[in-house]
C-alpha cells in the first residue's frame, strides 16, 4: 500500500461556492472534524488544495493507517426480540 495523508474536515462548507462544497464530498468529507485516509495522489492532492483553507492535511502513520482499516467493533449491547 502506498502513502496515505489523513485529511479531517475543521471549517464548515456552508455559504462556500458549489465547487467547494462538491470538493469536500468527492474527498469523503461530510461533517466538521470527520477525519478520512486517502492515498498520496496527484488528484487527491489538487481536490486537497482547492479547499486547503477548510481542511488540515497530516501524513498517516502506520497506526493510524492500522487503526482506519479495522472493521467496527460490535456494540455491547444485545437487541431482545419482544415476546
Same mark, same amino acid.
Given at each position: /500500500?502506498?502513502?496515505? =495523508?489523513?485529511?479531517?474536515?475543521?471549517? @464548515?462548507? =456552508?455559504?462556500?461556492?458549489?465547487?467547494?462544497?462538491?470538493?469536500?464530498? $468527492?474527498? $469523503?468529507?461530510?461533517?466538521?472534524?470527520?477525519?478520512?485516509?486517502?492515498?498520496?495522489?496527484? @488528484?487527491?492532492? $489538487? /481536490? =486537497?488544495?482547492?479547499?486547503?483553507? /477548510?481542511?488540515?492535511? !497530516? /501524513?498517516?502513520?502506520?497506526?493510524?493507517?492500522?487503526? !482506519? $482499516?479495522?472493521?467496527?467493533?460490535?456494540? @455491547?449491547?444485545? =437487541?431482545?426480540? !419482544? @415476546?
Amino acid at each position: /500500500m502506498g502513502k496515505q =495523508i489523513k485529511v479531517t474536515l475543521l471549517r @464548515s462548507g =456552508i455559504n462556500r461556492k458549489q465547487g467547494q462544497k462538491d470538493t469536500l464530498r $468527492g474527498l $469523503g468529507l461530510t461533517r466538521l472534524h470527520k477525519t478520512v485516509y486517502l492515498e498520496n495522489t496527484a @488528484s487527491n492532492r $489538487g /481536490m =486537497i488544495r482547492k479547499v486547503q483553507h /477548510m481542511v488540515e492535511v !497530516a /501524513m498517516a502513520t502506520e497506526e493510524e493507517r492500522a487503526e !482506519a $482499516g479495522k472493521a467496527p467493533q460490535q456494540p @455491547s449491547y444485545r =437487541i431482545v426480540e !419482544a @415476546s
